[in-house]
Structures are given as C-alpha cells and as structure tokens.
C-alpha cells in the first residue's frame, strides 16, 4: 500500500521533472548547447501562474494555456538574446549566457514576488480522493494526466505534422534543413519557445504541492541534466524515463527500510534523505563507467 | 614597424604597471582584501585553464578540488593548530589525490558525460561535507582558521597579505606560461581540435589530459588554501556549484587557454558585484546583464577583444621565417633484409556482425610504394586504423620489422615509425601551417609535454623544430605559405600539408589515405611526383586511391580489398586486368576512375 | 501590490538620514548587511525591514545613516561587505546578517575594528568564541530549544518524539540542542532523520517517523520545507501533535497552508509579532505593515529591538562603536518582544514563547511564555 502511494508520488514528481528535461533534450538537440536556466524557466513558470492568479482567481487549469502562452514569448525573447547572437559559437559561449539569463530571470523574480515560498492554485481543487484505500491528492492525478498530454502531444506535434518534420529536420543537420528550404532560425526560436513552455508549465504542476522560491532552478536543472545523460543524450524518450527513474528513486530510496522489512536496523540510517542524493550521483558515475553512451544508447550527433 | 614594436613590446609592462599601481590607489582595507581574493580566483582560473582551455575537456570539478584544499587547511588549522608551511602543501597533496583517483574511471569519458560526472563527484564531496559534522564543523564549517604565517609569525592583514598572494599567483603564472608556451601550447591546440590528428603525430592524449587535470587540481589547492587563509572560516559554500560557476565564467569572459585571460577575468568578475552594489537589489540583475553583454562582444574573452583591438591598430607581431634545416639522414638499419617492413597476417575485424576484413595479410618493403584499392565500403580505412593502432583488431596481426605491433597503442606506433594522413583532412585550421608541422615536429625531437629538458636548453627544441618544419614545407612546395593558418589553404595544399606532417615524424611506413581526393589534374601530377619522390630516402608508402590511374603511375604493386578480403596483389597492370577486380568494381558500382 | 514595500524603501532611502529638530544632532552610522538575496533572503528582509524600521523609529537627537548592503549567503559576501561599510564613514553597530558562517567570518574583523554587531543569528558558535563584540537579539537554540522540548513534554506529556530537522547550520544545532534537553527528561527521540532543503516528497520521512510509533513530532525545518511537513502530515492525517521550529512562526510559512492544515500545530520563536498582544506590539505590527506591506516575524521584531537598544546606547552618550559595544554589554533594555540583558558573551534574549494554531485563522496565539531560561536576567 505504502509502496503504491511512493509510486503515484514519486511518478507525479517525475512527471514534472520530466517536462522540464524534455525542454532541456529538444533545444540540445536543435542547438548542440546545455541550456543552464531551463530550471529557472521552471521557476518563472510558478511565478507567472501566481501572477496570473493575483488578477484572475481561477483553477490552475484555466490559466494553463495563459502560461504555456507567455512562457513560450519568454522563450521566444530568451533564445534572441541568449542563443542567436552566439550561435555560431561554441556551446560553452551558450551554457555561459544561460547562466548569465538565469541569475536575470531569479533575481527579477526576487525583486518582483519577493524571496518567500509561494504556491501557485491547484489544477482543479485541493484534497484528496481515496482510491482502494490510497490517499491521493487530486492535484497528483492531475499532474500526471497533464503531463502525459502535454509529453503526448508534443510527440503528435514532432511526428505528425509538417511543423514537427522541420523541427526534427533542423535538430539532426542545420546544413541539410536550410538547404531544404526550411527556416532553421524560425524552427530554432519555435524549439526555444516550445521548451520554455514545458518548462512553464511544470512550474505551474510543481509549485501547487512544492511551492516555488526564485532560487529553486538549480535544483530542477540538476535533475534535467541527470536525466538527459541517464536517458542517453538527445534522447527525447530516455529523458523522461530518465526524470521518472531519478523522482521515483528520490521517493523510495528514503523508504526502504519500510518497503524491505528484513533489512537490518543498524543499516536503516544508511536510507536518509543525503544519502539519496550521495547513491543517486554514485549510481550516475557508475552508469557513466559502464554505459558511457546512456542507459538508452545516444542519438545525438556529435558537432564540430 | 618599430613604433609598433615599440607599443606591442610595452604592452606587458604597461599591463604589470597597472597591476602594481591599482592597489597602491585603492588602498582602503576593503578594497586590498577585494584585490587579494582576485589574485586568489586567478590562481583557480589559471589552473583551470589546463583542463578546460588546453586539454579542452568541460570539467566541473574545479570547485571541489578549490573546497577541498579549504577543508584541508581549515581542518588542520583550525582543529590542530598546524601552520601554513605544513598545512599548505597538504592542501596542494590533497586536491591531486582526489584527482589521480577520480580520473581513472572518469577522464576517458567523452564531453557532456565527462562534465556530468565531474559534477556528480563535486555534488557527493559538498554532501560529505555537511554530513560529516564531527570533522568538517558541519553546515555551519570551521571557524578560526590561522592566517599565512610560520613560527608564531602571522602575516598582518592588507599589503603583507595580499603581496603574498599575489606574489604565489605571480609565481603560478611564470609556471602555468612555461608549461603552454610555445609549440607546447600548440601541441594541445591540436589535441582539442582534433583528438585523430593528435594521436596520429603521436602525442599520448590520455597522458596528456590526465597530466592537465593534476596541474589543475594542484592549482585549485594553492587558491582554496590561500582562500581558507585569507577568509579564516571554511564551510560548505566553497564547495558549492557557485564557485564552479564562477571559476568556468571567469575562464570564458577572461581568455581560455592565455595566462592574461584569467587575471582578466577574475579581475572583472570579483569586481563587478562590488561595483553594482549601489544598484541594492537590482545588482544582480545588472551584473547578469553585464555578463551576458560580455559574452556576446567578447565571445573569445577579454584577451580576444584585446587581440582584435590590437590587430585593428596593426600591433600583429611579425613574423620571420626561420632558416631551414634538413632533418638529420635515418640511421643506419641493423635489421636484416629479409624481414619485411610491414606484414600484415590474417588480420579480422567484425563491427556486430558484419566483417569489415577477413583474413587479410599482405606486406609492404622498404622504399616500395603499395597502392590498396578496392570498392567503398571494401575495408581500407579500417585496414589503415588498425596498422595505426586506432582501431583493436579481432584477430591476426600487424608487424614492423618482425616487431608485434598490433596491440600497441597508437602513439607508440607513430614512436615506431608509422605515420599517416587522413581522408577528411585533420588540421588545425587557425594553427599557422608552420605550426602545424613544428607540433609534430617537437613530439618527434622529444621535446614535448611534461618532458622538458633543463631551463637553459629548453628554447632550443622549439627553435629546432620550426626550422625543420620550414625545410619540409620547402621540401614540399609550399614555404611561402608558412604563416598562412592552414583554414586559408586550398585543397591542394591541405593535403600537401597534412603530408609534410607526417613526414616530421621521420617515418618508415607512411600511410595515405585518399591523397588525390579533390585534387585537380594538376595537383594530382604534382602530388605523384613529390610521392616518387619521397621514396629515394627509403619510406615505404601505402596510397589508399580510388584514383587507379593516379595509382598506376605511382606504385610498384596494388593490393585489391574486397567486402573485407583481399581479392588481388601483384603488379599495377596485372591487378587492373585481374577479373575479380573488374567484376568487384562494376559489380559494386560504377567505379570512380577504372579506364 | 507585491512590490509596494520596494517603494515603501526607496521612499525610506530618500528620507534618510532621518532629520532630527534638535540642535547639534549626534551622527550614528548603522550599515544593514543582510542577506537579501539566496536561500536566507526570507529571514534577511525580515531583518533589513527590522532594522529600518527602529532607525526610522530612532530618537530626535540622532541623524542616522545606513545603508543596506546584501551579503548574499556566503562568509565571502559578508566579509566584502563589512569591510565596505567600515570604509565608508564612522560607524556606530552594524546590523549583521543571520546567517551562522557569514557571523563567523566577520567576527575576526569585528573584533580587530572594534565593531559592534547586531544579529538575530541562532548559531551557539557565535557567542562562544569570547568576541565581545557580538550581540545576539534572538533567543538562541540554548534557549528556544528548552523551550521547544519543555512544552512538549511538560505541557502536552509526550514521551516518544520523532525528530526531523534540516541539514543546514540552523538544523544541524537544533537538533544537538533538542536531543540534549530530551536528555534531560530522560528521553531520547524515537527516530530522528536530516533533510536537505530540496526534499520534495516528506511521505518517505513521515512515514518512517510514523512507523516508529510516535506521540509527537518535533521539527526543526526552514519556511519552505516546514510547510510541506505540515502539509503531508495533514494529509495523511497523523493525528499526533507537531511541535515546529522557528519558521513556523513566520507569516509567509503560515500562508502556504490552508488554516485546517495548521489545527494542531504549534511553533517556537521569541514572539509572536502578528499575535498582537500588547500596545507596544500593535504599534510595531500596525508600522511595520504600513511600510513594507509585509506582515513582520520574530526576526524582525527581534533586530528591531536589537537597533533600537543600540540607538538609546548612543543617545545616552556611546559615541564611538567601542563605547556602544560597551553600552551593550552592560545595559539592560526593555524591548517589545522581551527584555534584553547580555549573558556576558553576547546572548542578549533570554525567552521564548510557544504560539499554536486553531485550525480556523492562520495567525497563531501564544499558548506558553518562557521567560530567563538561562537565568541571566536575575540580579
């Protein structure tokens, strides 16, 4: 039972993480560069939907599609002044400027929303629902649902349709686009765009049960970062496993000596939070010695 | 020209000028302490540079082997009371250590799993250190921790300190300036635009880059434990990603791989937040504004600004060809004749389950020049990367002079004798073409990296090996094109160049792969010529050529791969009429250049 | 708006020094240093707003001139900016920030300048170091965390406690305090468990603790990380008391949970400023809210006080920032939140309260005064 409750808690947690990796791998993709504020996007995406709510108090749900809007112009902004007057750089220039516009984007927010914990309404309402004897807040199930829709979509959008051919096209050879006559500039502003949206909108999920504080994108950059490496690099796919395998540990790593009743006692002090973070970085060197190229393989090419 | 000699040849003093006087002019104890933890950051930077702006590789460890050496000094300080000159070379020691351990499993990972993993390890060494509360102090670190001193004497604050580490920091300059001065800096170039080019002239990467990770932890020791010193506290946030950060935007906005670079940018940014401090809360916006306007006009970092500037007012230094000097003559061989100079036996190589070469053996003498030839995708290159040692072969062997040689690495090959060019040029395109061979001439004359001779010979190996790469351009035709970065070249002469290379190394076999590839008919007569050429001192050569005809007036027997096989050996003509060879070419495909 | 207490600051900026009518006013120079920016930037303000407020509040014969200089969180940030301040002009006190490291860095110089510095700091280190040259205006963890374990194993009876504190400085002697005076009754904790800040997910800890079999929970959590505790705990419906730390007793923590979320639990401080209570306190609540549209905690109130002492040593004659240090160590001040009296080594507050939610409004009520704990306030 306990086990269960970890899992919806640690998938509506990846489920979210998630999001913001899969940011993180479309612009990879499409630029060859780390895009170091996509944590902040996060940030900035809880911060819009409490300002948003301050003049317009309404369901998490409706202002949805408010953020993915201006989250998306923010990207849009971002990848002009952070990414095109360095494109023809190397990507270390690009992981500079997003650092650069990350300390902007947290410190506007400091000055703005002020440095307290704020939380952001939730999707539909607050509680929780019973389902066979597991507690599950309603704003669990909804994060996940939305993340699944929005993960889904995105996959239609690359897949299915002419604008997600150019998408693709622009991510696996620049050169090649362009001389199909694709507009590789608009395509890699549309990507920016794209993956702030995502990124805003899993600010929007995780600030209702998390809270949202100027300085949190660190934390959720880290992970995305993790996530895309575990996942193998430039993998869409293999990040949001990676996201999922690296909340779900977070959640059930704590609790294994409840999970695992016959593990000594002595050894449950082993289980604690820090010693999460310690296994989850020593578990990533290990993946790194074994699989150098991911758990999932690595599709992105190299440039020059 | 001499006035500009004149300006280019003050620079430096003007810039140590301004160095001197800055601290004389703001000399508030506030802004001598400022001053001092730039020349600290700059010793961080400077170390940094090894690894990231040499070696070439994203390491995010810099900031852990800075906390560590903080802990290590504020440890033994603050807890046992030991003094500098004790605690301060165990605080170099330790950071070293960390990084002989770590780079074992983490140094051959390739770029973004390399950056990863080096911030995995910095993220478990800031965890250890607030969990570690009984010898670390905890969250809240170590506090009275003793300044610079030696025998119950502690440095004062203000000038005694900061002349003190600013007069390390002099010292880590000098070091850091003679290691990568010269070709040796270039060798690194090299190594960072091309990894395939770097191994092929026979420079030991691995060591090379492992050598650059040490320099910088050791660097990263002296910062961290000046850092200690000079804050008298330790804690956590010396190890946390913050620092990192800093250390790698110093590093980009100051010059990556210039000494000058990292006083530049540790200068700007310890500075900066000071100077926006009047902004109150909005300074750090403004000071990310500012970065952010600093990488866009200053892509290359400050020194690159000054370059361009420089250039503008026409301060380029000039350059002055070295005379020529012939390489000495080959020694002579006290290996019999009868063994070959390359045998190849049986040699297999499977990529999944495709054989890329099955069974192939063949053998080339001295001064003989062997053509392979065969369909695409018939297994050439591979052929040519195992006799080089880039590729591990299945099964058979390679061997030179009856030497096994097939399990070598590829740098001792290049050390034996072995040398080649590629199919897709490997050059550093903004590397002069002079450069380009002196590099390879240096790892030759033995000169190279972390091999360096007494202080007082040590220009003469440089100087040596520019005037021999000058004799080989000359050899090959092109001496007027030395200052000439090779990105300028045409086709032609790239391949030319990337000839006289491989000749730097004073092979016995040299190994060409498509040499005649986009040249025009002129160029490929040209080519043929020199190639015959070539051979008079003894060098074997293998020409891979889909060229039959360029092929057919140059060497003295063609060897036929087919789907991984060798199909065909013998005489030029014989090979050409050989119906296995017909019928592989037009079976495969329209061949290139079949009459 | 959100903002307005920016305003409300830039408004303050132009107005000081504040102008004084008497004759020949003394000069005083109080630079705030605080962190105002990073993870402490809630606490910071909280400090800066203080500060700001009693020198707003200073007395007519004084012309006061300070500026506010963020310290950020590192021990680098905060020696920077001390050295800065003791550049620019004479200088009375120097409001100090919070946090434990940045204390530790400047007390050296504190020392060698001869300056006094005012801070709500909970760390024990800083006034164990025999520096007389810091002032501590919050009860510090040898006083609060009696507090803490007192009422809930005096007041409510509880005999296995589960405690959860955080990983930071502010946690990790919290919990040593915490641990000793359960050892004091006898008790130790049933289970016990560290967090790192960026813990999400509490379920893992809670039901962990709860597997122990508690009959209360003591927490010793920063804002953010506290109200997630509180959150799950409610939703899991625990149904045993929790006991909170300081950041508890901060507004903006309260206003992250739901008023039904809080029944039940209660939290630590030297006061509880939004509680109201006497007409001093209404008077500091009603300025505080006017000005920087913010609702004040414990913090402030405490570096309030600690400015205002600082102002009257100076009134009463403490001209340079030796004598002022002298002043305070030897004066006894009759604050809002409590009396102020230095032990000797710097720890000037001496109570704590303990404040409890109803479950109906997220503004707690003052259940349990604890005054002199460390008895230094006797005669």
Redesign the interface.
């Given at each position: 039972m306990?086990t269960l409750?970890?899992l919806v808690?640690?998938i509506a947690?990846g489920a979210a993480y998630a999001l913001c990796a899969l940011g993180f791998v479309l612009v990879l993709n499409a630029t060859g560069a780390?895009n170091f504020a996509q944590g902040d996007m996060v940030m900035a995406g809880g911060f819009v939907a409490i300002a948003l709510v301050?003049l317009w108090p309404v369901p998490g749900l409706v202002l949805l599609p408010a953020v993915v809007l201006i989250t998306g112009l923010l990207g849009l902004v971002f990848s002009a002044?952070?990414y095109f007057?360095?494109k023809s750089?190397p990507p270390?220039?690009v992981?500079?400027?997003t650092?650069?516009?990350?300390?902007?984007f947290?410190?506007?927010a400091?000055?703005?929303?002020?440095?307290?914990?704020?939380?952001t309404p939730p999707l539909l309402v607050?509680g929780?629902v019973d389902v066979g004897g597991l507690?599950v807040?309603i704003q669990a199930i909804a994060v996940i649902l939305i993340a699944a829709l929005l993960v889904g979509g995105q996959h239609v959008l690359l897949m299915r349709t002419r604008l997600g051919q150019s998408l693709r096209a622009t991510a696996q050879d620049r050169e090649m686009a362009a001389a199909l006559g694709i507009r590789v500039n608009l395509m890699i502003a549309l990507t920016f765009a794209l993956s702030t949206a995502l990124a805003g909108v899993a600010g929007l999920l995780?600030a209702n049960?998390?809270?949202v504080?100027?300085?949190d994108g660190?934390?959720y950059i880290?992970k995305a970062?993790?996530a895309a490496?575990i996942g193998g690099?430039g993998r869409l796919h293999g990040a949001i496993a990676g996201a999922m395998l690296i909340a779900v540990f977070?959640?059930?790593?704590?609790?294994l000596?409840?999970l695992i009743p016959v593990l000594p006692v002595a050894i449950h002090g082993m289980f604690?939070?820090?010693s999460a973070?310690?296994v989850l970085?020593?578990a990533?060197?290990a993946v790194?010695?074994l699989r150098?190229q991911?758990l999932f393989g690595e599709i992105a090419q190299r440039r020059a | 020209m001499s006035r500009r000699a004149l300006i280019s040849g003050l620079m430096p003093f003007a810039g140590l000028a301004c160095l001197v006087a800055w601290p004389l002019v703001f000399n508030s104890p506030y802004d001598l302490r400022v001053f001092t933890l730039v020349g600290i950051y700059s010793i961080l930077v400077l170390g940094y540079q090894f690894i990231f702006g040499h070696a070439g590789a994203l390491a995010l460890t810099q900031g852990a082997f800075f906390g560590i050496a903080a802990y290590v000094t504020g440890i033994l300080g603050a807890k046992f009371g030991w003094s500098f000159p004790v605690t301060f070379p165990l605080s170099i020691v330790a950071p070293v250590l960390v990084a002989v351990v770590v780079a074992i499993p983490v140094l051959r990972l390739e770029s973004h799993y390399f950056a990863l993993a080096t911030l995995g390890i910095a993220q478990v060494a800031l965890l250890i250190a607030i969990k570690w509360e009984s010898v670390t102090g905890g969250a809240n670190g170590l506090a009275g921790v003793p300044g610079i001193g030696a025998f119950g004497l502690v440095l004062p604050r203000g000038y005694p300190t900061l002349a003190f580490v600013w007069g390390i920091a002099g010292v880590c300059a000098l070091v850091a300036w003679w290691l990568m001065r010269s070709l040796r800096g270039r060798a690194f170039q090299l190594m960072r635009t091309s990894e395939l080019a770097a191994m092929s002239i026979g420079l030991d990467t691995a060591r090379l880059r492992f050598l650059a990770f040490l320099l910088s932890a050791a660097f990263a020791g002296i910062a961290g434990a000046l850092h200690a010193h000079t804050l008298r506290v330790v804690s956590p946030e010396v190890l946390e990603f913050h620092v990192m950060v800093t250390c790698l935007t110093m590093a980009v906005i100051g010059g990556r791989t210039r000494v000058v670079g990292a006083f530049l940018g540790a200068f700007l940014l310890v500075q900066l937040p000071e100077w926006f401090r009047f902004l109150e809360h909005y300074y750090l916006i403004a000071y990310g504004g500012a970065l952010l306007a600093m990488i866009i006009v200053a892509p290359d970092g400050l020194v690159g600004l000054l370059d361009r500037i420089g250039a503008r007012l026409g301060l380029r230094p000039r350059h002055t060809l070295p005379a020529p000097v012939p390489l000495p003559s080959a020694a002579p061989e006290d290996v019999t004749a009868e063994v070959p100079l390359l045998s190849v036996n049986g040699l297999t190589k499977r990529f999944g389950g495709v054989a890329a070469l099955e069974d192939v053996s063949f053998q080339v003498d001295r001064g003989e020049i062997v053509g392979l030839i065969g369909p695409n995708g018939s297994g050439k290159t591979t052929l040519v990367n195992i006799v080089t040692g880039l590729t591990p072969a299945d099964a058979g062997e390679v061997r030179l002079m009856g030497q096994d040689i097939t399990h070598d690495p590829a740098f001792r090959i290049v050390q034996r004798g072995v040398a080649r060019t590629f199919q897709l040029i490997e050059l550093v395109d903004d590397m002069t073409c002079l450069e380009n061979v002196a590099v390879a001439r240096l790892t030759k004359l033995g000169a190279g990296f972390g091999r360096s001779r007494s202080p007082t010979e040590v220009d003469a190996p440089f100087g040596l090996a520019k005037r021999q790469a000058a004799h080989l351009l000359e050899r090959l035709g092109m001496l007027e094109a030395a200052f000439e970065p090779a990105g300028n070249l045409a086709q032609g002469l790239r391949r030319r160049l990337e000839i006289a290379r491989a000749l730097a190394l004073e092979p016995r076999l040299l190994l060409l792969d498509e040499p005649a590839a986009g040249l025009n008919e002129i160029e490929q007569q040209d080519l043929a010529i020199r190639l015959k050429g070539l051979r008079t001192s003894g060098l074997a050569l293998v020409v891979i050529e889909h060229n039959v005809p360029f092929l057919m007036a140059i060497a003295d027997r063609l060897v036929c791969l087919n789907a991984g096989r060798v199909i065909a050996v013998g005489k030029p003509s014989d090979v050409r009429a050989d119906p296995n060879v017909v019928a592989a070419y037009f079976g495969a495909q329209p061949a290139d250049g079949l009459p | 708006m959100r903002y307005s207490w920016l305003t409300g600051l830039a408004a303050l900026l132009m107005l000081s020094p504040v102008h004084a009518q008497q004759s020949a006013p003394a000069h005083v120079g109080i630079p705030v240093l605080v962190p105002i920016t990073g993870f402490l930037s809630l606490e910071g303000t909280s400090q800066r707003n203080g500060a700001v407020l009693a020198i707003r509040n200073a007395p007519p014969n004084l012309r006061v001139q300070y500026d506010v200089v963020d310290t950020s969180v590192s021990p680098e940030g905060a020696v920077n900016a001390l050295e800065r301040a003791l550049d620019r002009g004479s200088v009375s006190a120097v409001v100090a920030s919070m946090l434990g490291t940045q204390m530790l860095a400047m007390l050296p110089i504190a020392l060698e300048r001869k300056v006094p510095l005012i801070t709500v700091s909970g760390t024990a280190q800083i006034t164990e170091m025999g520096n007389p040259y810091v002032f501590r205006f919050f009860p510090g963890d040898d006083v609060t965390k009696v507090a803490h374990v007192r009422y809930a194993v005096e007041e409510l009876g509880l005999r296995r406690l589960a405690l959860v504190y955080q990983t930071t400085a502010y946690g990790q002697s919290g919990r040593r305090h915490i641990v000793e005076n359960l050892a004091k009754h006898g008790l130790s904790p049933v289970f016990e468990e560290a967090l790192e800040v960026q813990v999400r997910d509490m379920l893992p800890v809670l039901s962990k603790a709860m597997a122990a079999n508690p009959d209360g929970i003591l927490i010793h959590l920063h804002s953010g990380p506290t109200a997630l505790f509180i959150r799950q705990a409610a939703a899991m419906g625990v149904g045993i008391p929790i006991i909170a730390g300081s950041a508890m007793h901060q507004p903006p923590t309260a206003a992250l949970l739901e008023p039904e979320e809080l029944r039940g639990v209660c939290a630590e401080a030297n006061a509880s400023p939004v509680s109201g209570g006497t007409p001093e306190m209404e008077r500091f609540l009603q300025q505080y809210r006017e000005m920087f549209s913010v609702e004040p905690d414990g913090f402030a109130l405490g570096q309030y006080d600690g400015t205002m002492m600082v102002l009257e040593a100076v009134s009463k004659g403490a001209r340079t920032a030796a004598e002022v240090a002298r002043a305070l160590a030897d004066m006894r001040y009759e604050g809002i939140a409590m009396t102020y009296k230095s032990d000797g080594r710097g720890n000037m507050a001496h109570s704590a309260v303990i404040m409890c939610f109803d479950g109906r409004t997220r503004v707690p009520k003052v259940v349990k005064r604890y005054d002199n704990i460390t008895g230094a306030l006797t005669p």
């Open positions: 306990l409750q970890l808690n640690g947690l780390v301050s002044i952070g007057p360095l750089r270390v220039s992981f500079i400027s650092i650069a516009l990350g300390v902007i947290q410190n506007v400091m000055v703005t929303f002020g440095p307290e914990p704020r939380a607050a929780n507690t807040s995780l049960t998390y809270f504080t100027p300085t660190t934390n880290l970062y993790i490496t690099w977070e959640v059930m790593f704590p609790a000596p409840l604690s939070q820090t973070s310690i970085y020593l990533l060197l790194l010695f150098p991911g | - | -």
